[in-house]
């Protein structure tokens, strides 16, 4: 196996060279083969050096994902280019202050004209972490969008684990549900890439659409997936209508949220022979726990457990007093990784977020995650929340996280999101909105009772809204609080 120390561009032209006419990526039902995926990257490392011939100068690149976006993104790498990924529903001013932030001179799509970048030149030429590859985005769903640097040498770190841990390989084929701009797509495209997988991309336009992901997964015979919740709950109500358990699927990843406990229970009906996961990690650190999930657990306040460091990664768990939770208790999550990144590009957001150890006991560096977290009797760890995503009604603190899940519980809620409004008595009063199940009834009247059977009083949201389409969603996959009250 290459080390992390060889390119991954390096990595998956060997596929190329050595494996020409296996199929790499799947869109729209046709197939492109590593032969032509090589072919595809080197055309964009010709149009890379007409636009940017400085190879030290990143890169802007707007992630429309499509095979084309796959090859540019390759070029970059093999030319071990710093390229910025912009998510596709960032704003357009949103998106070129970003790129002016990295540096950028040109923002580039998969195809068409490059957009010039008005950055000033001090800007330009600012110094960004050495061996920096991709630059990811923050959802900015606390504050506005953070750069990410990751350098390539963590990249190929987390690479050289996730292949062995999921059985990656010629033969397997991933299914990539997420935006490429979002850091799940280093694992179910890059390192699939890296490992001469088969590669089935989703387009984001049916993302949200189970009986369209139930169709690619069985046409495809998609063999490891890797998804957020919501994509689990919307494959569950479509493969039951169907009656079409997936019976192919090998290992399926679920991250980037708590599983609600009506999408557990259908678990193994839905994977009947595959290992299921439920993997935690930040766009900062890349994963950093995993748990395999069994349809016998128990799924109790928190959700499931985020499970156990993987190989290589350091984990604390600080109270409010900054002391250590050793045994049953709540706090803060502190993690170092080997996949982590230096910190963000603008050092001045979130300053505290990269720092040594919090207790001083060695010298590398941590992420203080900003995710509350319990810590159980049993060593096992749960995730509660955001520290952040703390709020005061009437003068209790109310943690919105604890809301949703509560919500999540209902048997008839695929997505659930919760945010503060104006309120003329108390000042701010929490608004729940909801998606429910197809062809469910439920309504705002027997989600208030649902919620006050379990909620303290003051967690039981003022008003409720219940529809039947998708909620909206960051660049990173989850609720956008911040777009609740104008739906």
Same mark, same amino acid.
């Given at each position: 196996?290459?080390?992390?120390?060889?390119?991954?561009?390096?990595?998956?032209?060997?596929?190329?060279?050595?494996?020409?006419? #296996?199929?790499?990526?799947?869109?729209?039902?046709?197939?492109?083969?590593?032969?032509?995926?090589?072919?595809?990257?080197?055309?964009?490392?010709?149009? %890379?050096?007409?636009?940017?011939?400085?190879?030290?100068?990143?890169?802007?690149?707007?992630?429309?994902?499509?095979?084309?976006?796959?090859?540019?993104?390759?070029?970059?790498?093999?030319?071990?280019?710093?390229?910025?990924?912009?998510?596709?529903?960032?704003?357009?001013?949103?998106?070129?202050?970003?790129?002016?932030?990295?540096?950028?001179?040109?923002?580039?799509?998969?195809?068409?004209?490059?957009?010039?970048?008005?950055?000033?030149?001090?800007?330009?030429?600012?110094?960004?972490?050495?061996? +920096?590859?991709?630059?990811?985005?923050?959802?900015?769903? +606390?504050?506005?969008?953070?750069?990410?640097?990751?350098?390539?040498?963590?990249?190929?770190?987390?690479?050289?684990?996730?292949?062995?841990?999921?059985?990656?390989?010629?033969?397997?084929?991933? %299914?990539?549900?997420?935006?490429?701009?979002?850091?799940?797509?280093?694992?179910?495209?890059?390192?699939?890439?890296?490992?001469?997988?088969?590669?089935?991309?989703?387009?984001?336009?049916?993302?949200?659409?189970?009986?369209?992901?139930?169709?690619?997964?069985?046409?495809?015979?998609?063999?490891?997936?890797? #998804?957020?919740?919501?994509?689990?709950?919307?494959?569950?109500?479509?493969?039951?209508?169907?009656?079409?358990?997936?019976?192919?699927?090998?290992?399926?990843?679920?991250?980037?949220?708590?599983?609600?406990?009506? +999408?557990?229970?259908?678990?193994?009906?839905? %994977?009947?022979?595959?290992?299921?996961?439920?993997?935690?990690?930040?766009?900062?650190?890349?994963?950093?726990?995993?748990?395999?999930?069994?349809? +016998?657990?128990?799924?109790?306040?928190?959700?499931?457990?985020?499970?156990?460091?993987?190989?290589?990664?350091?984990?604390?768990?600080?109270?409010?007093?900054?002391?250590?939770?050793?045994?049953?208790?709540?706090?803060?999550?502190?993690?170092?990784?080997?996949?982590?990144?230096?910190?963000?590009?603008?050092?001045?957001?979130?300053?505290?977020?990269?720092?040594?150890?919090?207790?001083?006991?060695?010298?590398?560096?941590?992420?203080?995650?900003?995710?509350?977290?319990?810590?159980?009797?049993?060593?096992?760890?749960?995730?509660?929340?955001?520290?952040?995503?703390?709020?005061?009604?009437?003068?209790?603190?109310?943690?919105?996280?604890?809301?949703?899940?509560?919500?999540?519980?209902?048997?008839?809620?695929?997505?659930?999101?919760?945010?503060?409004?104006?309120?003329?008595?108390?000042?701010?009063?929490?608004?729940?909105?909801?998606?429910?199940?197809?062809?469910?009834?439920?309504?705002?009247?027997?989600?208030?009772?649902?919620?006050?059977?379990?909620?303290?009083?003051?967690?039981?949201?003022?008003?409720?809204?219940?529809?039947?389409?998708?909620?909206?969603?960051?660049?990173?996959?989850?609720?956008?609080?911040?777009?609740?009250?104008?739906?």
């Amino acid at each position: 196996m290459r080390s992390d120390r060889t390119p991954l561009g390096e990595r998956i032209l060997d596929q190329a060279r050595d494996r020409p006419a #296996a199929p790499a990526l799947v869109w729209h039902g046709q197939e492109t083969s590593y032969g032509h995926l090589h072919h595809r990257t080197q055309a964009q490392r010709t149009r %890379l050096e007409r636009v940017e011939p400085e190879f030290d100068r990143p890169l802007g690149i707007w992630a429309a994902k499509s095979p084309e976006a796959v090859a540019l993104v390759l070029a970059c790498l093999c030319d071990e280019r710093p390229f910025l990924l912009l998510p596709t529903d960032l704003p357009s001013d949103t998106a070129t202050d970003l790129a002016r932030k990295a540096g950028c001179r040109f923002i580039l799509p998969a195809t068409g004209d490059p957009e010039q970048v008005h950055t000033p030149e001090e800007w330009t030429r600012q110094r960004i972490p050495d061996g +920096t590859t991709f630059m990811l985005t923050t959802s900015g769903s +606390t504050g506005r969008p953070k750069i990410v640097p990751l350098g390539g040498a963590a990249v190929g770190r987390f690479m050289d684990w996730a292949g062995p841990a999921f059985d990656l390989g010629p033969g397997t084929t991933v %299914l990539n549900h997420a935006p490429l701009s979002f850091d799940l797509c280093l694992f179910d495209i890059w390192t699939s890439l890296a490992h001469g997988a088969r590669v089935v991309l989703v387009d984001p336009e049916y993302a949200a659409q189970g009986r369209h992901l139930l169709k690619l997964i069985v046409t495809h015979e998609v063999t490891v997936m890797q #998804a957020v919740p919501m994509a689990y709950g919307l494959l569950l109500d479509a493969a039951r209508a169907a009656d079409t358990p997936l019976a192919g699927v090998r290992h399926a990843i679920v991250t980037g949220d708590v599983l609600p406990e009506r +999408t557990h229970a259908g678990l193994t009906w839905l %994977l009947p022979r595959a290992r299921a996961h439920n993997v935690y990690g930040c766009t900062e650190t890349n994963d950093s726990f995993r748990h395999e999930i069994t349809g +016998t657990e128990t799924h109790r306040d928190g959700g499931l457990p985020i499970g156990s460091p993987i190989p290589g990664v350091r984990a604390l768990v600080l109270d409010d007093n900054g002391e250590e939770v050793t045994h049953a208790g709540t706090g803060e999550l502190y993690v170092c990784t080997p996949f982590q990144s230096e910190g963000y590009l603008d050092r001045g957001l979130r300053s505290d977020a990269f720092l040594s150890h919090p207790l001083g006991r060695d010298e590398r560096q941590w992420y203080r995650t900003g995710d509350l977290v319990r810590r159980e009797a049993d060593g096992s760890i749960r995730l509660l929340g955001r520290v952040d995503f703390q709020v005061k009604i009437r003068g209790v603190a109310v943690n919105l996280a604890e809301v949703e899940r509560t919500l999540l519980s209902h048997p008839d809620v695929l997505e659930a999101g919760v945010t503060t409004v104006p309120d003329p008595v108390a000042g701010r009063a929490l608004l729940s909105v909801i998606r429910r199940t197809q062809e469910s009834e439920l309504t705002s009247l027997s989600l208030r009772r649902h919620c006050v059977q379990r909620l303290p009083r003051a967690f039981v949201p003022t008003n409720f809204r219940v529809l039947d389409e998708a909620l909206p969603r960051t660049s990173t996959g989850k609720v956008d609080r911040t777009a609740l009250d104008r739906l």
